[in-house]
């Protein structure tokens, strides 16, 4: 029988458990798996950082203190994922070495440029987070209040109470508060109802005085998904606020801020209806005009190019300064009457040259608020004639060529 083995040689040995190959093996498996665990948390990083820029952009995070939360959670899961990073692409370059290679200084050096590392990683995506999409948007002049958003609204005001703006469950101080902004910051708005007129001090005069019939609702994202998520991110408050834009400075332009759906505005006053512009009296110099539910009025003559006027196609609120604000644009009495004195032989007569007369428009129009007016649709035109030797002579025709929208502007103005 041949056999196995020659006599005097050694037969060859695999390699026992334990030996040198199974720790390079296991400690590459494990290697592995650190980086695995890197990748996990930076990709959540990375997905937690989209959505901190989306929900941002929606207006469903918000918030200094819920902001900065999120950011430091984002930062630390990242400084996470590049440890485990850092730590297995050493781990498998290392495998081999031994473990009394490096004195104790040398590693107490590497943990502490570890750490070091790992605090700068999680404070520079910070920083890159608030510079892709910061807290508060760059155009606003003030941060945003707690509690409200000022990011994907259709409006932004600053809260000018002296000691803050309360918010109501409805448009009018009958309703209760249901929450209260401080004092010069920004609260986003949705929509706008009308309800009960609030004097605007902000915008009164001697000459004039003006009433707000405005409640801006402040801005809520809308139910689903999205509300739940504001009210555990940011703890919106899901009840409908209401706030008086007499206690309220624009921040940006009035003009996308729409009126609420009659299921937006519980208990508010009807829309003003279209006013009705007597004929100028010539005794007391007055024209007066009237409008249901009208909380103001305001007067403008349009002055034509080509009438013999020397500021022609120009749009002039009918206002007097110094007669207080009884004759003068603004709030209406309890009937919707106001009325307003036509100086014509001082503001406008100078400007009539070499012609005998000339030829303007007066318009009515209810105002909202000061700098606010009503639909132009509401509003009333009158032509005049007007000459140094005859009382104004209505026209019975109105000429065309001039821009409603900049001559109701005109009529709301408030003098300061």
């Known amino acids: 029988m041949e056999q196995s083995q020659r006599r005097g040689e050694t037969p060859e040995k695999l390699p026992a458990p334990g030996s040198q190959q199974a720790p390079n093996d296991n400690g590459r498996f ?5 980086l695995t665990a890197a990748a996990f948390f930076l990709s959540a990083a990375a997905l937690a950082l989209v959505a901190r820029i989306l929900f941002l952009r929606w207006g469903i995070l918000y918030g200094a203190s819920p902001v900065s939360h999120i950011d430091a959670m984002i930062g630390a899961v990242f400084a996470v994922g590049i440890a485990f990073a850092a730590l297995g692409w050493k781990g498998r370059r290392d495998t081999q070495l031994q473990a009394s290679e490096g004195s104790p200084s040398q590693r107490w050096t590497d943990w502490v440029s570890g750490i070091t590392a790992l605090i700068g990683a999680a404070t520079l995506v910070i920083s890159l987070m608030n510079l892709l999409e910061p807290l508060n948007p760059p155009t606003l002049a003030k941060s945003a209040c707690p509690g409200a958003r000022d990011s994907n ?3 932004v005001g600053i809260t000018s109470g002296v000691d803050g703006d309360n918010s109501r469950e409805g448009p009018a101080r009958a309703y209760p508060a249901n929450g209260r902004f401080p004092a010069d910051c920004s609260v986003g708005f949705s929509v706008y109802c009308l309800g009960d007129p609030i004097s605007d001090e902000t915008g009164s005069t001697p000459d004039e005085t003006w009433v707000t ?4 609702v402040v801005a809520k994202q809308p139910d689903g998904w999205r509300s739940a998520a504001a009210r555990v991110l940011s703890g919106e408050n899901s009840q409908p606020q209401f706030v008086s834009d007499a206690f309220v400075i624009p921040e940006t332009s009035y003009s996308r801020l729409p009126l609420g759906r009659p299921s937006q505005r519980p208990g508010t006053v009807p829309y003003p209806s279209k006013v009705r512009l007597l004929p100028f009296d010539p005794t ?3 024209f007066t005009a009237e409008a249901n539910y009208a909380a103001n009025i305001g007067f403008a003559v349009w002055v034509p190019p080509h009438q013999g006027f020397i ?3 120009s749009y002039l609120q009918i206002f007097t300064q110094g007669t207080g604000p009884t004759n003068n644009p603004g709030e209406t009495d309890s009937a919707g009457v106001k ?3 036509w100086s014509y032989k001082q503001t406008l007569l100078p400007l009539l040259q070499n012609a005998a007369s000339g030829q303007v428009i007066i318009m009515a129009v209810p105002c909202l608020a000061d700098n606010v007016p009503a639909r132009t649709s509401t509003a009333a035109l009158s032509a005049y004639t007007i000459s140094p030797h ?3 002579a209505r026209s019975a025709s109105i000429p065309g060529g001039f821009n409603p929208t900049q001559m109701a502007r005109a009529a709301c ?4």
């Open 153 to 155: 609204v259709p409006y």
């Open 311 to 313: 500021n022609g196609n």
């Open 213 to 216: 019939s405005r409640w801006l």
């Open 339 to 341: 009325t307003a004195e």
């Open 413 to 416: 103005e408030a003098h300061t």
């Open 390 to 392: 005859a009382r104004p």
């Open 284 to 286: 007391d110099g007055v």
């Open 30 to 34: 494990r290697w592995n798996r650190t």
